[in-house]
Each structure stands twice: as structure tokens, then as C-alpha cells.
């Protein structure tokens, strides 16, 4: 114990000591989040600017669904082109919408265009709290409610979940603050490997390694010291995007930090994976930084690339994931589906540590 | 027996960096291992510290068996070993202190014994007044000062150098030999690789010499110089020397050769024939304007077993 806190206070200090490097840690993100944010708002999808998503809608003529489309707390957010349903689907077929609205015998499906990103993520969303006020509305009418009032209800229960938006002027800052925070978390990973390769892999690495200290022990403690090193580098930034530029974080917040925690976690694991494969830290930095990126880039939503059948699979990257959490936690998604998501993000976790372990398992034993 | 790698192979691919090394280390002892670049000393102290693999051989510490594997034996040994590394193995953003306490605590030294053993080492290494200062800050001595003492704060009963004072000036230098010396005096056995004869002259009471992954020769200094020197030469400066006088000074048992070249008489003659006082007896009816003996030297030594020079590039005189 005492050594695992020797390494973890010593690797943590070394960290954090180093002045410049603290300031790029911080500003760093901060910078990329202002300036990557803005300039991709400009220069590559202008719906950043919050100006209504197009979206396209087969409802039933006068029914709940269409009232609650037609409300101005849907439309702020959702450009609807009310049609008939092949129109709606070839429109999202041809990508001119990002999602279609599909209402038939009271079942509400949301069909995505392929190249939609993290644009069909906001009106997905939507549909999601819709579906859940929904279920809350049917329970309330068999039981003899008023249809007026639950008619209230479902825009209060919107409004409730988008009125922090509604008291600043939206931009594109709201969007990328999520998606690069969490693309930063995912990078921290490199940090873990930086401290690996100098109390593992250097001179200093074969002075620390020839110590009495158990490898199990030295592991923990360095992974310990990058996790909390990388979160408080998240937490700062995450702060700072929300007190300094008012970036809308949604309501719960402990969620996004658990989230925001999971991400972290994350890429420690995986950056020890990556590690384990590749023996030297060098190499395991370039294929960290690789693999990241194709996994920020399926995640979609910083450029639009068509991904064709494989967008389903690519729901599934942790950054989709996170992406779904917080913005569904923003924007009144599906509880449930967070959670699972949420979960599943952890799993992730607990496997890549598994792996780690057996793979270090047998490098120990070799 | 402190230490003994008995048979000791390990290779790089095709390149063999041990090849059946054998080395022992007696309790108390000074050890200094010479070889040139890539003689294979850094490797030997890899195998026997445990950051590398033995192919084959023996490896025992303190007696016992050492595979450097992560069990309880292991820790052990290791917690009675200091390593000093070739390089600088230090954290550049730490402090000096921060440094050696965080080797101390590896080692298992805590709270106020940590303090003490610090405080001490920084006042022996001559770093107290930086302390608080971060290695990057520091001249190459200082560095290299601040190196060793990370290796001993847990008062290791076997301190390993590697080429401690690499590209230093000659104060902490001396500083370094000095500390190592009075170590090795109050009890620590020592194994000490270097390029530099000097160093291990004065800091070692046994050498041995390596080359190509193997020890070609081992002894005291003196026992190695005159093992492995055949000849030894006088030159005497001598005013207008006559023809009858390099004549004479052949007649003299086991001189070899004698040369004339304006005033500076050459005479090689077997090591150890003591010769000298002889020769100048021979010499005396001429004006001697000087005499230069050479000694021979471990440098010798090296050169005529290896047909090396120690330092690449280095001058073999
Ligand atoms: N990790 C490695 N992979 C391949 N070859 C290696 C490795 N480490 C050392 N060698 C080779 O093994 C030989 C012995 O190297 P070693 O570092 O032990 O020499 P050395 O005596 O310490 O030399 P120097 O005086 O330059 O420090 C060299 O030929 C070197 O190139
Ligand atoms: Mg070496």
C-alpha cells in the first residue's frame, strides 16, 4: 500500500509539476474545443448554429404526435416536412433530411439518414422524450384524463428539459463543447503511456523496475495516477466550458461527470491494451493516437462521411456512446437507453482491464 | 559470495553480448569491470539486475538463485541491491529531494528515517543547497551526483555503477570516486564499470576486463598490468651518445632492443627485469640529460589482451 502511493503521488506530482506542460493541458482542450468548434460550425455544417435540424414527418393527421411536432419547443430544434410516408423516407434516403418521423397504428419510428452524424442525434432525442411522455399520456387517458391538459403536459415536460438553451443565444460551442471533451478524454490514454514509458520503459523505468516494487503495484499506481490526472485535465475543462462560455451541459449534471468519468477510463485501459500489444510505448502512442481517431470519426459528427450498413455497428463506439448520453441527458432522451449506454460504456472498460490483465498476466510470466 | 554469473549467454539475434560470462563478486570487495563500447558490461548488469533474460547460465545474489521474476525471493534480492544506470534515470520534474525520496520509498524507507537518509545524502553528494531545484536545472556533475544517490538512500549491501561519470568535470568526478571508495569502506561491495583505468585504479581492488561478451582477464590492478605486459622502456636523454654506448647497454641481461635516435637512447627490455640502475651505471661515463621509465600500465594491459584502445578514438599510450 505504501508503495502504491509512493508511485501514485510521485507519478501524479510528476504529472502536474511541469508548468508548460500543465498549461497545454489545459489550455489545449479549451483552445480546440473555441477554435476546432467554431471553425467546423462555419465550415462544415452551418446546422451547428442551431438552426433548425430538416426533418421529415409521416403522422397521423391531428394526432398527439403531430401537435406535439408542431410545438415550438419541437420546431426550435427540428425543421419538419410534413409528408406522406414514402416521401419521408425517400427524403432521408437522399439525405436531404437527417432523420424521418414515421408514425403507423401508434408505433413511432425514427429512421436515420446515413450520413447524419451526430445531426440526427438532437431529434432522435426528441422523439425519445416524446415516446416516454407518450407512454405517460396513454396511461393517463385510459384511465379517464383530461386531453387538454396532458396536451400542456408534453410541452412543459419539453420545455422543462430545453429551457436552459432558451435563455442564451445557441451556437455551435454547445455541440462541440460535448464532442471534443469527449474526444480529449479519449485522448488521455497517451498520458497513461507517457508515464508508462518513463517509470517503465527508460533508464529511470530500469531503476524503478529494479526496485523491490511489484509490477501489479507499479502498474496500479501509475494507471491511478494518469486516470485522476486526466479526469481533473477533463473536469477543468468541462468547467470552464460551462461557467466561462455557458455551454450547455443539460441538467444531470452527475451523469455527464460519470460519463465523462467512463470515457477516461477508458482510454486508460485501452491505452494499456494497446501497450501490451505493441511492447514499446513509442509504437503504442502511434497506434493509440490511430485508433482513436477512427473511432472519433465513425462516432460521426465532426465531418459527415457515409458509413453505409456499418452506422449501426458504429452507434457502439464509446464516443457515440458518451455523445448519446449527453446530449440525450440535454435534450430529454431515453432514459433507459442511457443507462444502457452508460453501462455498456463501463463494460467496455471492465473488458479492456481483463484483457490488460491477462495479457500482462502472461508478459509477467514469460 | 555476493554475486557469481556462472556461464552467463544471452544474445541479440545473430549478435552473441555474453558469451559464457563468468564473474564472481567476494563480500566487501571493489570490483571494476573494463571493457570497451559494446564489450557487453551494460548487458551483464542487466542480466544479473533482472531487466533482461539470461539464455542460459547461472545467476546467484547473495547466495541464492535470482530469476528476476516478480516473487518474494526476488523482491528480496532486489531489496538489497542499488543500481546506478549508465544514463541520467532521474525525473526531470521532480526535485532533487523529491527524486531521492522516491527511490527510498521504493526501497520500502519511510517517514523519518526517509528524511534523515535524504537530508544525509544531499549533504555527502553536495547537492543540499538544490534540493528544492529539478535535476533539468543541474550541471552534468550534479546530475551524475544526484544519479548515485537515488541508488543508495536504501544503504544497499551491493552498490552496481554503470560508468557513473560519464562526460563530467574532474571536481565531481573526484567527488563521485570518493563517495564510491568510502562506501566500499564502511562495508558495501561494489561493482564498478568504467572506460576510465584511473577510476577503476583507485576505486577498485580487483579488475576485470571483458571484451566481446566475455572476461579475458581478471586479478588485481598490478597482477593484470604485468600478466599481460611483455616489455617495458626506459628512454634516457642522453648528450652526444657514442656508438659503443647502445652496444654496452645490449650486453645487459634481458634488454631486447636498444635504439639511438639523436640524443634519445630507447631500451625495451622483459617486464620486470628492473633494469634501471643498471643501465644508468652503463650510462654514466655521458651526460644524462634525462630518464623517462614507463610503467606499465592497466591501459597496456588492455591493449595488448584486447588490441583495443578502452575509449573509442582514444589514444592507447
Ligand atoms: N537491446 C539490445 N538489442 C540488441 N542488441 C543489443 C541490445 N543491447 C545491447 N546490445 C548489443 O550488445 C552488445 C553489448 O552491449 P552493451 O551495452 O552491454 O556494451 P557495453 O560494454 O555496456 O558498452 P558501452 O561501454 O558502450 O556502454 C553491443 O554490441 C550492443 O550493440
Ligand atoms: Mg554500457
Request: aromatic share 8%; net charge neutral; glycine share 8%.
Amino acid at each position: 500500500m505504501k508503495s502504491f502511493l509512493a508511485v501514485f503521488t510521485t507519478a501524479t506530482k510528476y504529472c502536474w509539476r511541469d508548468l508548460t506542460s500543465v498549461a497545454v493541458l489545459i489550455a489545449f482542450p479549451i483552445m480546440l474545443i473555441l477554435v476546432l468548434g467554431n471553425a467546423l460550425a462555419g465550415f462544415i455544417s452551418p446546422t451547428y448554429d442551431f438552426e433548425p435540424l430538416p426533418v421529415s414527418a409521416s403522422v397521423e393527421a391531428g394526432g398527439n404526435l403531430e401537435t406535439f411536432l408542431q410545438s415550438g419547443e419541437s420546431s426550435q430544434f427540428m425543421e419538419i416536412n410534413f409528408t406522406t410516408r414514402e416521401n419521408a423516407e425517400e427524403l432521408v434516403q437522399s439525405g436531404e433530411v437527417y432523420v424521418a418521423i414515421i408514425e403507423e397504428d401508434g408505433e413511432v419510428t425514427v429512421i436515420r439518414a446515413r450520413n447524419s452524424g451526430m445531426n440526427a442525434m438532437i431529434p432522435i432525442s426528441i422523439i425519445d422524450s416524446y415516446k416516454q411522455i407518450g407512454a405517460a399520456m396513454t396511461i393517463a387517458m385510459t384511465s379517464g384524463g383530461d386531453f387538454t391538459e396532458l396536451a400542456g403536459l408534453i410541452g412543459a415536460e419539453l420545455s422543462v428539459t430545453a429551457a436552459p438553451l432558451g435563455n442564451r443565444v445557441q451556437s455551435a460551442i454547445d455541440y462541440y463543447a460535448v464532442t471534443m471533451l469527449v474526444m480529449i478524454l479519449l485522448f488521455t490514454g497517451l498520458n497513461g503511456l507517457e508515464l508508462f514509458k518513463k517509470s517503465m520503459f527508460s533508464e529511470t523505468g530500469a531503476r524503478v523496475l529494479t526496485s523491490p516494487v511489484s509490477k501489479p503495484v507499479l502498474v496500479g499506481g501509475l494507471l491511478a495516477a494518469a486516470t485522476v490526472t486526466s479526469y481533473v485535465q477533463g473536469l477543468i475543462t468541462f468547467f470552464f466550458t460551462m461557467f466561462v462560455y455557458g455551454v450547455y451541459w443539460g441538467e444531470n449534471i452527475p451523469l455527464v461527470l460519470l460519463t465523462l468519468f467512463a470515457v477516461t477510463l477508458f482510454s486508460q485501459a485501452f491505452a494499456i491494451v494497446v501497450l501490451l500489444l505493441c511492447k514499446s510505448p513509442n509504437a503504442a502512442m502511434g497506434v493509440m493516437q490511430a485508433l482513436i481517431w477512427v473511432m472519433t470519426f465513425v462516432a460521426g459528427g465532426y465531418v459527415k462521411i457515409d458509413f453505409g450498413a456499418a452506422q449501426e455497428i458504429f452507434r457502439y463506439s464509446p464516443n457515440s456512446l458518451a455523445h448519446t448520453i449527453i446530449f440525450g441527458s440535454a435534450f430529454g432522451g431515453n432514459e433507459t437507453r442511457m443507462m444502457n449506454d452508460l453501462a455498456l460504456l463501463f463494460i467496455y472498460v471492465a473488458v479492456l482491464f481483463v484483457i490488460a490483465f491477462i495479457l500482462g498476466k502472461r508478459r509477467l510470466t514469460k | 559470495m555476493i554475486l557469481s554469473m556462472t556461464d552467463v549467454i544471452k544474445r541479440y539475434r545473430a549478435l552473441t553480448a555474453l558469451d559464457h560470462l563468468t564473474l564472481n563478486l567476494q563480500k566487501g570487495e571493489a570490483l571494476g569491470l573494463l571493457g570497451p563500447n559494446g564489450a557487453g558490461k551494460t548487458t551483464a548488469i542487466r542480466v544479473l539486475t533482472g531487466l533482461t533474460g539470461a539464455d542460459t547460465g547461472e545467476i546467484k545474489l547473495f547466495g541464492k538463485e535470482f530469476s528476476g521474476k516478480n516473487n518474494s525471493d526476488s523482491m528480496a534480492i532486489r531489496k538489497r541491491i542499488g543500481l546506478v544506470p549508465q544514463d541520467l534515470a532521474l525525473y526531470e520534474t521532480l526535485s532533487a529531494r523529491e527524486n531521492l525520496e522516491y527511490f527510498g520509498k521504493l526501497y520500502g524507507v519511510h517517514g523519518a528515517e526517509l528524511k534523515k537518509r535524504v537530508d544525509a545524502a544531499l549533504e555527502v553528494l553536495g547537492l543540499t543547497d538544490v534540493a528544492k531545484k529539478s535535476p533539468k536545472k543541474f550541471s552534468g556533475g550534479m546530475k551524475r551526483r544526484l544519479n548515485i544517490g537515488c541508488a543508495v538512500i536504501h544503504k544497499p549491501e551491493l552498490l552496481i555503477l554503470d560508468e557513473p561519470t560519464v562526460g563530467i568535470d574532474p571536481q565531481s568526478r573526484n567527488h563521485i570516486l570518493d563517495f564510491v571508495s568510502e562506501i566500499n569502506k564502511q562495508g558495501t561491495t561494489v561493482l564498478y564499470t568504467s572506460h576510465y583505468m584511473e577510476e577503476v585504479e583507485r576505486v577498485c581492488s580487483r579488475v576485470c576486463i571483458m571484451d566481446a561478451g566475455r572476461v579475458i582477464a581478471d586479478g588485481s590492478v598490478e597482477e593484470i598490468a604485468k600478466s599481460a605486459i611483455f616489455e617495458e622502456s626506459i628512454t634516457l636523454e642522453v648528450k652526444d651518445p657514442a656508438p659503443s654506448l647502445p652496444e654496452s647497454i645490449k650486453k645487459i641481461q634481458g634488454v631486447v632492443r636498444c635504439e639511438v635516435k639523436n640524443r634519445a637512447v630507447t631500451i625495451t627490455s622483459t617486464a620486470g627485469s628492473g633494469n634501471l640502475p643498471r643501465i644508468i651505471e652503463v650510462a654514466s661515463p655521458f651526460v644524462i640529460l634525462g630518464v623517462s621509465a614507463k610503467r606499465a600500465t592497466l591501459e597496456d594491459a588492455f591493449l595488448a589482451l584486447t588490441g583495443k584502445s578502452l575509449r573509442d578514438g582514444g589514444e592507447a599510450s
